[in-house]
């Protein structure tokens, strides 16, 4: 897959300069949702069946700040899957140095608010997310 890349927002960036460590919740939002994109399960087509994918987990380890206007590439893999959840492991470098390692666990909830076995509706992403995997 290819890396989502994130160009720094001078409003990300706190009184220091350096971007807020609250966006890079944002940043991470934004690169798995890039990469349900590249793997054909748009939140959209998600959405429109009634599927919801709320973070039950979030952890971030920051390693090197960032600035405006750095470009911040994103690699997005899975760490973890069980029936109902999957954990998404997320590298961020800028210019080839590491700016954090991250991961957000997710659910998937149906129209009911129920958890949907994600691996029952769709088949086709589980085994892409599978190759995935670390």
Same mark, same amino acid.
């Given at each position: 897959m290819t890396p989502y890349i994130h160009e720094v927002k001078y409003y990300e960036c706190d009184r220091m300069g350096i971007v807020h460590h609250s966006y890079y919740a944002r940043f991470m939002e934004e690169a798995r949702i890039d990469l349900l994109n590249q793997l054909g399960y748009p939140f959209e087509k998600m959405e429109a069946e009634g599927i919801v994918s709320p973070v039950v987990s979030l952890s971030i380890d920051f390693k090197h700040p960032t600035t405006f206007p750095d470009k911040i590439s994103i690699e997005v893999r899975v760490k973890e899957m069980s029936e109902l959840?999957?954990?998404?492991?997320?590298?961020?470098?800028?210019?080839? @140095?590491?700016?954090?390692?991250?991961?957000?666990?997710?659910?998937?909830?149906?129209? =009911?608010?129920?958890?949907?076995?994600? @691996? =029952?509706?769709?088949? =086709?992403?589980? @085994?892409?997310?599978?190759?995935?995997?670390?």
């Open positions: 959840k999957v954990t998404f492991s997320y590298t961020m470098k800028c210019a080839g @140095a590491l700016v954090c390692r991250a991961t957000s666990t997710h659910c998937f909830l149906g129209p =009911d608010h129920r958890p949907v076995v994600y @691996a =029952d509706k769709w088949p =086709d992403l589980t @085994a892409k997310l599978a190759e995935l995997t670390i």
